[in-house]
């Protein structure tokens, strides 16, 4: 059964960063995709960065972002840095097997519990 767990959340001034962890478990195949997602409330869940955990290859659109990974462990790390109050949100990782680049949550099987992150202006 594929796990997912999400920590590194809290709150941080703007202007600050968070490094977010993500362990996965479970997986029976090297086949897959992390994508890192957030939530704030009123809002849609929005893509933030992906990982494959095949190759390393990444895709995330905000450069204030990087998404890596460490096979060993079986983690993947957000590192968010000059965060901005509009950041704040519930982020979580998700899973996707099979599959590259896949923005859309809908696609994704697996979810952890999220973690939240609080920007202070």
């Not at 195949?29 to 992906?50: H, M, N």
């Not at 704040?88 to 097997?97: E, K, P, T």
Request: hydrophobic share 35%; with cysteine.
């Amino acid at each position: 059964e594929v796990h997912l767990v999400e920590s590194g959340g809290g709150v941080v001034q703007a202007g600050g960063s968070l490094r977010l962890s993500c362990v996965a478990s479970g997986f029976t195949t090297d086949d897959y995709a992390i994508g890192w997602f957030r939530q704030a409330p009123g809002r849609e869940r929005e893509g933030v960065s992906f990982i494959r955990r095949a190759d390393g290859s990444t895709y995330t659109p905000d450069s204030r972002f990087t998404v890596s990974g460490d096979n060993a462990k079986n983690t993947v790390y957000l590192q968010m840095n000059s965060l901005k109050p509009e950041d704040a949100a519930v982020y979580y990782c998700a899973a996707v097997v099979g599959l590259w680049v896949v923005r859309s949550a809908d696609s994704y099987d697996y979810w952890g519990q999220g973690t939240q992150v609080t920007v202070s202006s």
